[in-house]
């Protein structure tokens, strides 16, 4: 059973850092792109994307992103950050990790790390 477990969040000030991790197991396929997307609070608020990494490092990220959030990988442990800088007061918000495996035609959900604007 794939399983991903996210780590790192918390409370953060404005303008301050934050560095998310997530690990898969239990996988036997290898894990294509890794990704980071967050949904604020509120009921009508959608899950959106932060960013992806393909294996290779290519990397996708969301507009709101402008330089301040950096995604990494590590493959050999299967996985993936998300470095958080100068975070802004309306970014409270649970992100999750997402990956999808090669040769299989889904994506596999974390259950979320939250991140929180302490001010």
């Known amino acids: 059973q794939v399983q991903l477990v996210e780590s790192g969040g918390g409370f953060v000030q404005p303008g301050g850092s934050l560095r998310l991790s997530c690990t898969v197991s239990?996988?036997?396929?290898?894990?294509?792109?890794m990704g980071w997307y967050r949904q604020a609070p509120g009921q009508q608020r959608e899950r959106e994307l932060v960013?992806?990494?393909?294996?290779?490092?290519?990397?996708n990220n969301g507009d709101f992103v402008k330089g301040r959030f950096t995604i990494s990988r590590d493959s050999a442990k299967n996985s993936v950050y998300l470095q958080i800088n100068n975070l802004k007061p309306d970014e409270t918000a649970v992100y999750y990790c997402?990956?999808?495996?090669?040769?299989?035609?889904?994506?596999?959900w974390g259950q979320g790390t939250q991140v929180i604007d302490s001010s």
């Open positions: 239990g996988s036997s396929f290898s894990i294509s792109t």
């Open positions: 997402n990956v999808t495996l090669v040769g299989i035609g889904r994506g596999y």
């Open positions: 960013a992806t990494i393909t294996r290779d490092g290519k990397t």
